[in-house]
């Protein structure tokens, strides 16, 4: 069984003559999934604070437990997306009393696809300080590995988090991503897998960097035309299972004549006829007729006759 007294030792020497301010909370990253991605100062604040605030309390008194960090239950404060106001307010009276108070979510860095902003946003309001304290991303993680090349990994990326569930919302979401020319981060759990890969097929050769299970034993990472990730994925039961992380490479701006009409294609395959002309037009702007008349053709092309009136 592996041991991190020498950790938390270490964590002691390199960060315990810091200075940690009393009624503060401090926003703890965690492991993705490799329990030694733990930061030491991440160990020290741990070990200090007076409430350890969290998604699930089970979850993180394992993952304190597996340090070495023993706290009665009395010191964990449940705060997750359905009680995220109420216990917000626990934690605002645990600081005004001068407690030091810490926040986790089960993996990675609160507040950016987890619980935690609106709690930090709270805070703000109340001039409470809040202290970051960095580790592992499973966002900067997927795109060090991406192999991103310029000119689109000159701007930057984009962080969508998790796509929308219901299948009109994602196409929707999908075309507008289409015409984003910097890589896109996704995030997508594995029960909803199969749909996102069903709802990107569409953006064809785009490069998409499929980060599965990272840091964890049966981590895996590969890069496939965007067309592929669902015949990549059915060919192998294994593939489905774990967290997912993923990359939709940049492509350069470049305006096509025909770019209504893409987009319209996008939507088409997740989509009743009119309501994928009525997105198309919101998204791209172009005539309402025009692309009535082109779903139209395009229907009829793959034989689909259900087009309704208009």
Known sequence: MTTYATALTAARDAAGSQNYPQASLYLVATPIGNLADIGLRALHVLQMVDTVACEDTRHTQSLLRAYGIDRPAAQLLALHQHNEREATDQVVQRLRQGQRVAYVSDAGTPGI????????????????????????????????????????????????????????????????????????????????????????APLGERPLTIGRELTKQFEQIVTVPAAQFAPWLAADSHRSRGE??????????????????????????????????RLAVEITGAPRNRLYEAALALRAHTGDDAAGPA
């Open 113 to 200: 696809s987890d619980p935690g902003a609106r709690l930090v946003a709270a805070l703000a309001a109340q001039g409470l300080p809040v202290v970051p304290i960095p580790g592992a991303s499973s966002v900067t993680a997927a795109l060090s590995v991406a192999g991103l090349e310029a000119p689109a990994g000159d701007d930057g990326f984009v962080f969508a988090g998790f796509l929308p569930s219901k299948a009109g919302d994602r196409a929707t979401r999908v075309a507008a991503l289409a015409r984003e020319p910097r890589p896109v981060v996704l995030l997508e759990a594995p029960h909803r897998i199969a749909a996102l890969a069903q709802a990107l």
């Open 244 to 277: 997912f992380v993923l990359v939709l490479h940049g492509q350069p701006m470049v305006e096509h004549a025909d770019d209504s009409e893409r987009v319209l294609r996008l939507l088409l395959a997740e989509l009743p006829l009119k309501s994928a002309v």
